[in-house]
């Protein structure tokens, strides 16, 4: 059974950090590309970060550049997500997902979600 399951959302204030953990499990780890979606309320879901995890090549959009980085521990299946200076608008769902092909909407596995909530 695959599995995606995220943990480390919570609340944090204004300029704080977390770290986000994606554990992986039931399919070939090394070939995927993981990539972490965010849905804040009333929002389309958009792309965050993704890695491929077999060359480590990775992809930051524009409303995070700068502020977070992805990285992945293979041998514990897992991909994690640093998040620095932390802004209210960074409030939202957080989703990991796997593909075999690279990180688009369309993605073959998703996780269940974690929420991070930031305060002004």
């Known amino acids: 059974e695959v599995q995606l399951v995220e943990s480390g959302g919570g609340l944090v204030q204004a300029g704080g950090s977390l770290r986000l953990s994606c554990a992986a499990s039931?399919?070939?780890?090394?070939?995927?590309?993981v990539g972490w979606f965010r849905q804040a309320p009333g929002k389309e879901r958009e792309g965050v970060s993704c890695?491929?995890?077999?060359?480590?090549?990775?992809y930051y959009s524009d409303s995070v550049e700068g502020r977070v980085t992805i990285s992945s521990d293979n041998a514990k299946n897992t991909v994690y997500l640093q998040m620095n200076s932390l802004k209210p608008e960074d409030t939202a769902v957080y989703y990991c997902?796997?593909?075999?092909?690279?990180?688009?909407?369309?993605?073959?596995?998703w996780g269940k979600g974690t929420l991070v909530t930031v305060s002004s």
């Open positions: 039931g399919f070939t780890f090394d070939d995927y590309a």
């Open positions: 890695i491929s995890i077999s060359d480590g090549s990775t």
């Open positions: 997902a796997a593909d075999k092909i690279g990180c688009t909407s369309g993605m073959e596995y």
